[in-house]
């Protein structure tokens, strides 16, 4: 497609689920971004994936979230038993490793409410 | 470590009046500086960004901003408003370079009234 994807758009849980939210980045982007926002927060940035590759985790909150990337394209986000405080909009962002003056494309984010 | 702070939760103008929207930035390193805009239920649009090649930025829909390294700020101006423009606006740090996150402010809302 012509920019990124995210699915679902929405997402209800019950608390102590699972959930998996989706990314698929521009094509031939190799560099794809997880960042957060909540009300309580703003925009916090969460994990950075160099192709498949993850230099920086620094911002995932605690060892319930986890992020993978397979084929240097899609990524997927897990939040294992989902808390109160997860609450938040994930969006994803992708870039181009060939443009110097990088610029992150956002894709509409996945609404998540944890009941 | 780069941070940036963003002057007022929220700004209301007039259509057709100027928009000025105010960021600030602390960086150790010469920074990249963004502004993104968010309407409602999307995600962030680019504006315009900074990278060092020009002072005076220009991007999107007239919005512009001017690198200011004396004050360490990067405003968001539009001589012109228009009931359009009523969204979210971040500012947005990174490191100079190699792929980086984004450190955002924490946005002001722009209202436009008639």
């Known amino acids: 497609g012509a920019g990124v994807s995210q699915s679902p758009s929405n997402k209800v849980t019950e608390k102590g689920k699972d959930v998996e939210l989706r990314c698929d980045p521009i094509?031939?982007?190799?560099?794809l971004y997880w960042y957060r926002q909540s009300l309580g927060q703003g925009l916090e940035f969460l994990i950075y994936?160099?192709?498949?590759?993850?230099?920086?985790k620094s911002g995932l909150p605690s060892d319930r979230f986890s992020a993978e990337r397979t084929g240097g394209s899609v990524s997927t986000l897990t939040i294992q038993r989902t808390q109160q405080e997860d609450s938040a909009v994930y969006l994803c962002?992708?870039?181009?490793?060939?443009?110097?003056?990088?610029?992150?494309?956002f894709g509409p984010g996945t609404r998540l409410l944890v009941l | 470590a780069q941070s940036v702070t963003q002057l007022g939760s929220h700004v209301s103008v007039s259509e057709g009046a100027l928009v000025l929207l105010r960021c600030n930035y602390s960086?150790?390193?010469?920074?990249?500086l963004f502004w993104y805009v968010q309407y409602p239920n999307q995600g962030l649009q680019l504006l315009l960004k900074?990278?060092?090649?020009?002072?005076l930025v220009k991007g999107i829909n007239g919005f512009e901003a001017e690198f200011k390294k004396s004050e360490t700020s990067f405003h968001l101006t539009k001589p012109s408003a228009h009931m359009s423009d009523a969204a979210e606006y971040f500012c947005?740090?990174?490191?100079?370079?190699?792929?980086?996150?984004?450190?955002f402010g924490t946005g002001t809302r722009l209202q436009v009234t008639l």
């Open positions: 960086s150790s390193v010469p920074p990249y």
């Open positions: 994936f160099q192709g498949n590759s993850a230099p920086d």
């Open positions: 947005a740090v990174s490191g100079a370079g190699t792929a980086s996150k984004l450190t």
């Open positions: 094509s031939g982007h190799t560099a």
């Open positions: 900074y990278t060092s090649a020009a002072t």
């Open positions: 962002a992708s870039s181009s490793y060939r443009d110097f003056q990088e610029t992150q494309y």
